[in-house]
């Protein structure tokens, strides 16, 4: 979902450095949850208020975080070749499906539950 000079500036950040040797789907995927968790971690044991003022405190770094998934993800869809546009389309289509507006409207039920 990046713009595409960004995207192109991050493939060759990486190319310079000579980093595709490490960059297996399987690795790309690791270090994406690897960053996710990160970004999850500061809330381990937070109240919904505690949660908020985290937010509030920890922006940057969560900022941070979020970068780091978004790289990963540009790396790992540009090596899969998955257009990552035309991914989520597809997916909100597909949900659009399982979620009814009457049925999933206010509901946080999975659609196999509606």
Known sequence: MLNDHLRQ????????????????PRNLATALMVEAAELLEPFRWASEGQA???????????A????DIAILMTYLT??????????????????AKKYP??????????????
Do not use: C, P
């Open 9 to 24: 500036e991050l493939l060759e950040f990486r190319r310079v450095r000579d980093w595709e040797q490490f960059h297996n």
């Open 52 to 62: 908020r003022e985290i937010v509030q405190a920890r922006r940057g770094e969560m």
């Open 64 to 67: 941070d975080e979020l970068a």
């Open 78 to 95: 540009h090596d899969l070749g998955i257009d990552l546009n035309a991914a989520v389309a597809s997916k909100i289509q597909a949900n």
């Open 101 to 114: 507006v009457d049925k999933a409207r206010g509901s946080n039920k999975k659609y196999t539950e509606l």
